[in-house]
């Protein structure tokens, strides 16, 4: 079955974009036994510091195999194949020990992403001023690359950039799905509104059939009035809108530390990417129980219980994630 190609996406920075790109990742390896692709198009490279060492990153670009690379070659017209991008074993990607996923045949594999990746649009903008032939193809040019990656792979997974630009544009266009996470709170479901205005101008521009799946809450605070009232509006006023998520993700330090991990620091947390964690559930189960409110839409209680274990909420998270994505 060729793989299902899904865009992680929100113009609002600060959402967990990465996170998320991150956590379906992995709990569809080392969980669920997939063939993930993960594919960062965000110049910060945060998801790929957060899954690759930055001396295997800096190997990738002295071999030219980043998505940088591919986004230029695409720019001068040379045929990509997406086979010469990606990092793969022996190059370590997560850092959850591959041992973990015996008993699955699940693989994960990674195209990077570098800061260079931000000095495309200003290459694109000199060509303007100096009256040169604009690339053509470009907001195709990454839908054709993954095309000879579909049969390798169950999902493949796009960490998106905030903001409008080519990059998100081709993610768009490459994928048949996109998800936003949002943050309840305004300036979230601002940056939700922009990318389905866009997502509708590129189908009806160039007749690419992307269907929106929905909102995942995400870093939420369930005792802020803010958020629980805005979380209440999702799930009600705006949830044919919106789609969001049955299973939201809670603001949570185990969370926050596994987007920052730095895989390069030895005697840190996990003590670096030089001792793994073992298995999944020890990067991502806590020693005690996280409590679902007791009132409004964020309530999960009649599936959960008053209290919840992280990663069984993550897994529940992912199982939908699965069935809307199909």
């Known amino acids: 079955m060729a793989a299902k190609i899904v865009s992680i996406i929100n113009l609002k920075g600060g959402v967990g974009k990465s996170t998320l790109a991150m956590i379906l990742g992995e709990f569809l390896v080392f969980r669920y036994g997939r063939k993930i692709l993960l594919i960062d198009m965000d110049a910060q490279g945060n998801l790929s510091y957060c899954m690759v060492p930055s001396s295997e990153i800096q190997t990738q670009e002295r071999n030219r195999r980043t998505i940088y690379h591919l986004i230029r070659a695409a720019m001068d017209g040379t045929t990509v194949d997406i086979n010469q991008f990606v990092t793969h074993p022996p190059f370590i990607v997560s850092n959850i020990a591959r041992s973990a996923a015996m008993n699955y045949p699940g693989a994960i594999d990674m195209i990077v992403s570098i800061p260079a990746v931000a000095e495309l649009d200003e290459y694109l903008l000199e060509l303007w001023e100096k009256k040169q032939p604009m690339p053509t193809g470009l907001r195709t040019s990454l839908a054709q690359a993954l095309e000879l990656a579909r049969d390798r792979y169950d999902y493949i997974l796009i960490d998106c950039p905030p903001g409008l630009s080519l990059f998100s544009s081709a993610s768009l266009m490459a994928s048949d799905y996109y998800i936003s996470p949002i943050i309840p709170e305004p300036l979230s479901l601002t940056g939700v509104d922009l990318v389905q205005r866009r997502a509708r101008e590129l ?93 409004g839409l964020l309530n999960r209680r009649d599936v959960e219980g008053p209290n919840y274990r992280l990663e069984d909420r993550i897994c529940n998270l992912v199982e939908e994630f699965q069935q809307r994505c199909q």
Request: proline share 5%.
């Open 203 to 295: 189908s009806e521009r160039f007749g690419h059939r992307l269907q929106f799946k929905g909102v995942v809450l995400n870093i939420v605070k369930h005792y802020r009035n803010t958020h629980q009232r805005i979380a209440d509006e999702i799930y009600s006023v705006y949830q044919s809108r919106y789609e969001p998520f049955q299973f939201w993700l809670p603001d949570n330090e185990r969370l926050r530390r596994v987007g920052e991990f730095d895989p390069d620091l030895p005697g840190t947390w996990a003590g670096g990417m030089g001792a793994k964690f073992a298995t999944l559930t020890e990067k991502y189960s806590l020693s005690y129980r996280l409590t679902n409110p007791a009132a």
